[in-house]
Structures are given as structure tokens and as C-alpha cells.
């Protein structure tokens, strides 16, 4: 069967003023369907070039980047988006919801894209999904009118628009407190039970408890592959 | 564009209305200068062209070293319409003078345009509002927008000079509207016409010096368009001028066929404005430019997130696009009557005020009145 995501030697770098930064390097991994895996490191250690990586927003420098069921690669830009809009659900640091649209408008907004779903059953769904993350009450609000909890559970609520299999998510609780950040991961937690692939890229140890698996990155570099049936022993993995 | 794109740009528009108008106002103004400037343009040059035609230009002028009296110059007509390539002949006379209205000296010289009595003004041709021609030999018409310049009514009596030197008082009895020539005001110089009676009553012969001509080309009945038909023909009338009556030609004026005379004028003028107007509007593309680089840069980050939930380029372009026509076509909007307003104004003005006086646009309509000979004067 094949895998969730499959990275085959993925090097990223960037030219900068002072030259070349790699920010990923040679980078080989596998995630199966259904992990819940953490991507920990320190800042500058890549962890957010390859989240975006997976996400189609970014495309390596070398490697390629198997997601979902597409060699990224391959896809044209117009490409990426429909693959993504269909296959991938994206949550960010700082929600990112657009500011004109209501709460239930932006978890419309992929539907509106992606099309998967019939334009009548759109806003029900959208309601749907607010329910479940605990915001129905919100539907109609702008999200300048909503707290940081509540804007990142409409933004899980937009993620999730489309029913994709993949959820990769960038800090999703570093931008909340600390009971708040709980109640998002066990939103996530519920949606990995769902048999939903979760990556989430985060520096909150508290994320630990509830992963299946936990990759250290540092200077572009996978560090340590951990999973939780080996209660997160360091893995042999070169440097 | 879905229909939530179409929500976003309605709010976004109403979110960033200050800075919209401002750009709206900014391209509106650019486009008012830069299109009343070619409307001007385009409108000057049009009824400019049509108003001369009307006036059935004359394709040449001979202008006689000695005058000859009214009785030779009829029978010059008369013979030179038989001659090849000539359709129609007319002598007139043109003199400048200084005037007196009503006893005051004015500081600004008339130019007089002087045709007999029964000139049957089949060409050279303008417009008389307010009396018919001929005039009496105590009356004189006086162009339209030389009354404002000079300060005269109709009903005033005006002291002209003669040619001959003497002084004439003649009674001001209607008005002049002559496409064929530039403003009053930007010539500095009032226009009057007169019969040729006016000039015998000073009791000395009256003599005309000007030789008109309308010349077409063979097998046609209308004025020829080509200069250089017209030459040779009116080289050829002013050598039978020499040969059967013995008279001296100073000069054979063949101006561009259908080309108003003071066109280059309004065009100098216009060209000097159009640049303005350029100018204008490159200022206008700067700001709008920099305004929508603003505005643009603030959608960045949307930009990346409905391209992370799945839109396509295509689609957000449409956005913005769209966001765009909405400025331009509300500048436009705007922009479009006040520039047809001041295109026809500055039409008006470089046209001598006849548009607005006459009530009609264009101004064709008008000259089309005095298509009656009767109702018609001649000049030059």
C-alpha cells in the first residue's frame, strides 16, 4: 500500500545575500497513513520548509516529495492548488483566515475551490464542521471579532472543508494559551483517531503526549525518529 | 469569479473605499484633461473642417496689382467661368481700418470684407443673422465675436476708413457667423462686411482687386480636393487675365483645398494641451500605480492562503482584476461627461463661439440656414 507522504532525498536551499542556505538536506523519510507525527526542532532547523514542502507551497531544491497520492513534482502550479485544495487541510500559526469573509465563508471557501461538494450542501457542511470544533455560534462573525482560540478552531473547521486525508499543521498552538492550545491538539487527536495523517510542527512539548511519532530536525537534518511504542527513545539516525 | 470571491471583492472594495476613491479621483482627473483634450481635438478639427467646406471656399485667389472697377471685374467673372476647369468666379475686396463706434475710437483695427451688391454668393460664403444680404449702403454686419471685442451692439453706427481714404459712418444691422476665419479675440482684429455700395457712397469709383475661383477637375462638377490640379489652372486664368485685359497679377494664392486657413492654430494650441494632458496622465499612472502596488501588497498574505486552500492563480487573478475594472471604469464614468463638457467648450472657444450661439452640435446645422443666397455674404 502506499504511504502518506514518502520524502526521497529532499534538500531545499535558498540563495540568500550571504549565499546559499540549505534549510533542508538530504532528507529521506516515510509517514505512514494514520500517524500523528510531530515535527520538533529549534528555530532555523527546518522545520517549517518542510511542512511547506509536504503542503505543495514550496517545491525542493533536489529529491522529490511523494503526498497524498501525487508526486509533487509533477503537478503544474494550477495542479498543486487543486491537489491540495482536495488532499490537504492547512493550519497555520496565525489562522489566516481572510478578514472579509465570515467564519462559516472562509470554511466555505476551499468547497468553493475544490468543488467536491454540491454548492447547496456547502454551508451546512460548513456549519458542520463549526459544530464539531465548537464555534457554531460563530458561523456568521468576522474573525477580527473572534478570539485566538476560537479563530484557530475555525481555521481546523477550513482545514478540514474538503474531508482530506492530510492535515499538516505549522505551530497551531503557539500562538494560544496553554488551555486553549490543549483543547486544539485534542481536536487533533479526535481527528487522528478518525484515521486522518496529522503533522503538526510545533516546539510545545505537550504535543508529545498525544503523537504517534516525533522527528527532531536540526540544520536541515532529521535527528531523531521517535515513536511512542518506543516511549520516544532517540533513534539511530545519522547525522 | 465563484460567488465568495465576488462577496470578498464587494467587502474588500467597501474596506478599502478611501483609498479607492482616491485612485478614482486621481484617473478621472487625468482622464478628463487628457479626453477633453482630444475631444477638442477631434471635434475642432471635425466641425472646423465641415463649417469651412460649407462656406463653399474659393480653391483660388488672384490678387491684382491694380484694382478694376465693378463693371470689369463682373465681366472678368462672367468670361472666366467659361474657361477650362473653373465652375465659379466671384470679385470681392478686403481692406483694414480703424474704427470708431459711436463717435469713440476703438484700439483695435477691423479687417472689411467688400462684395457687390448683387454678388449671387454661390461661394466664399457666411452665415447673417438678423438681416439679409446685401446690406443697405449706409449699413455694415459685423462679425459675431467682434461686437464683444470691440464693444459693439447692433444698431451702432460705426466710422470706417475707406481705401481711398475717406471716412463712412455706417449703421450696425446684423451679425456675422464666417467659419473661415480664427477668433476675433485671439486675432486682435474685428470683422465687418460690407456691400461695395457702402464704398461708392464716399462718391469715389469703387474697384474690386480680388479674383475668387473655384476650380474642378475635368469632368467633375465639384470643387477639386488636389492642389496641384488647381495650380495649373489658376496659372492659366491669371496668364488670360494678362493677355486679354492687359492687368498686372501680383500674386496667385492656392491654399490646401478644404484646409481652414487658422487650423494650424487650434491644432498648436491643442498640441500644447495634449501634452498637458499627457503629462497629467502619466502623473495619474504613477499614484494609481504606487496605490494599487499598496493595495496589492496588503492582499499578499490572502493571496498565499487561498492559494494554500486550493485556488487557483487563475482565479485570484480574476479577482483582482476584476478589482481594478471596478476603479477604472468608475474613473471612466466620470470622467466621460466632464471631458465631452470641456471638449465642446474648448470646441467653442477655438471655433469663435458659434457651437454654443448657435444651439446645435454640430455646428454644420447652422451654416446650412444660409445656404440661400439671398440670405448670404460673401468675404475675402
New interface residues.
Given amino acids: 500500500m502506499e504511504h502518506a507522504i514518502q520524502l526521497s532525498d529532499v534538500t531545499k536551499s535558498y540563495t540568500l545575500g550571504a549565499g546559499a542556505v540549505v534549510a533542508v538536506d538530504h532528507v529521506s523519510l516515510v509517514i505512514e497513513h494514520g500517524e500523528f507525527v510531530a515535527i520538533v526542532g529549534r528555530s532555523g532547523s527546518g522545520k517549517t520548509t518542510l511542512l511547506n514542502m509536504l503542503?505543495g507551497?514550496d517545491r525542493p531544491t533536489s529529491g522529490s516529495v511523494r503526498a497524498a497520492g501525487a508526486e509533487l513534482g509533477a503537478l503544474s502550479?494550477?495542479g498543486l492548488?487543486?491537489w491540495?485544495?482536495?488532499h490537504v487541510g492547512?493550519v497555520f500559526q496565525f489562522f489566516?483566515?481572510?478578514?472579509?469573509?465570515t467564519v462559516a465563508?472562509n470554511v466555505?471557501?476551499?468547497m468553493?475551490?475544490?468543488k467536491k461538494f454540491p454548492?447547496g450542501d456547502r454551508r451546512n457542511r460548513a456549519k458542520r464542521l463549526l459544530e464539531r470544533v465548537g464555534i457554531a455560534d460563530q458561523a456568521d462573525k468576522l474573525p477580527s471579532t473572534l478570539s485566538g482560540g476560537q479563530q484557530q478552531r475555525a481555521a481546523i473547521a477550513?482545514a478540514l472543508?474538503?474531508d482530506p486525508p492530510l492535515l499538516l499543521a505549522d505551530e497551531p498552538t503557539g500562538n494560544l494559551d496553554s488551555a486553549t492550545a490543549s483543547a486544539v491538539l485534542d481536536l487533533f487527536s479526535e481527528l487522528n483517531a478518525e484515521g486522518r495523517t496529522i503533522v503538526v510542527v510545533t516546539h510545545e512539548r505537550e504535543v508529545r503526549a498525544i503523537v504517534s511519532r516525533q522527528l527532531t530536525l536540526s540544520d536541515g537534518h532529521v535527528v531523531a525518529d521517535e515513536h511512542a511504542s518506543t516511549e520516544f527513545s532517540r533513534a539511530e539516525v545519522p547525522v | 469569479m465563484s460567488g465568495l470571491l465576488r462577496v470578498k471583492l464587494r467587502r474588500d472594495l467597501r474596506a478599502s473605499w478611501s483609498r479607492l476613491t482616491l485612485m478614482v479621483i486621481a484617473i478621472a482627473i487625468s482622464l478628463t484633461v487628457f479626453g477633453g483634450v482630444v475631444l477638442a481635438r477631434a471635434a475642432s478639427t471635425r466641425e472646423t473642417r465641415d463649417a469651412y467646406t460649407s462656406t463653399e471656399p474659393a480653391s483660388a485667389t488672384i490678387l491684382l496689382d491694380e484694382p478694376v472697377s465693378t463693371e470689369q471685374m463682373a465681366d472678368i467673372v462672367e468670361q472666366v467661368r467659361s474657361l477650362p476647369g473653373v465652375i465659379e468666379a466671384t470679385g470681392r475686396t478686403q481692406f483694414s481700418s480703424a474704427v470708431v463706434v459711436n463717435g469713440m475710437p476703438r484700439g483695435m483695427p477691423m479687417q472689411l470684407f467688400a462684395a457687390t451688391p448683387d454678388d449671387a454668393m454661390r461661394m466664399v460664403r457666411f452665415e447673417i443673422t438678423g438681416a439679409t444680404w446685401p446690406p443697405s449702403p449706409n449699413e455694415i454686419f459685423v462679425a459675431r465675436d467682434a461686437l464683444a471685442v470691440l464693444g459693439i451692439s447692433v444698431g451702432d453706427t460705426l466710422g470706417v476708413e475707406t481705401p481711398s481714404g475717406e471716412t463712412i459712418e455706417l449703421t450696425v444691422a446684423g451679425t456675422v457667423y464666417d467659419p473661415s476665419l480664427s477668433p476675433a479675440a485671439q486675432e486682435q482684429t474685428g470683422r465687418a462686411y460690407i456691400s461695395t455700395a457702402a464704398l461708392a457712397a464716399s462718391g469715389r469709383p469703387v474697384e474690386l482687386d480680388q479674383l475668387k475661383l473655384q476650380v474642378a477637375e475635368p469632368g467633375q462638377t465639384t470643387p477639386s480636393e488636389n492642389r496641384q490640379a488647381i495650380i495649373p489652372v489658376a496659372r492659366n486664368v491669371g496668364d488670360w487675365l494678362r493677355s486679354e485685359y492687359g492687368l498686372s497679377v501680383r500674386e496667385i494664392q492656392v491654399p490646401p483645398p478644404y484646409k481652414h486657413p487658422h487650423q494650424w492654430q487650434v491644432d498648436s494650441l491643442l498640441v500644447a494641451l495634449l501634452a498637458g494632458g499627457l503629462a497629467a496622465l502619466l502623473l495619474s499612472t504613477i499614484l494609481v500605480a504606487n496605490m494599487l502596488n499598496n493595495l496589492f501588497s496588503q492582499q499578499i498574505p490572502q493571496i498565499g492562503i487561498m492559494k494554500a486552500v486550493g485556488a487557483r492563480s487563475g482565479r485570484i487573478a480574476r479577482q483582482y482584476i476584476a478589482m481594478t475594472i471596478v476603479v477604472a471604469v468608475a474613473a471612466t464614468a466620470l470622467a466621460v461627461p466632464a471631458a465631452t463638457y470641456i471638449g465642446r467648450s474648448a470646441a467653442d472657444y477655438f471655433l469663435g463661439s458659434s457651437a454654443s450661439t448657435r444651439q446645435t452640435w454640430p455646428l454644420r446645422g447652422g451654416l446650412t440656414r444660409s445656404s440661400s443666397p439671398s440670405d448670404s455674404g460673401s468675404h475675402h
Avoid at chain 1, 96 to 101: A, F, V
Fill in positions: 503542503a507551497i502550479e494550477s492548488a487543486a491540495g485544495g482536495q492547512l489566516q483566515l481572510l478578514p472579509t469573509l465563508e466555505m471557501l476551499p468553493d475551490f475544490a454548492i477550513r472543508a474538503n
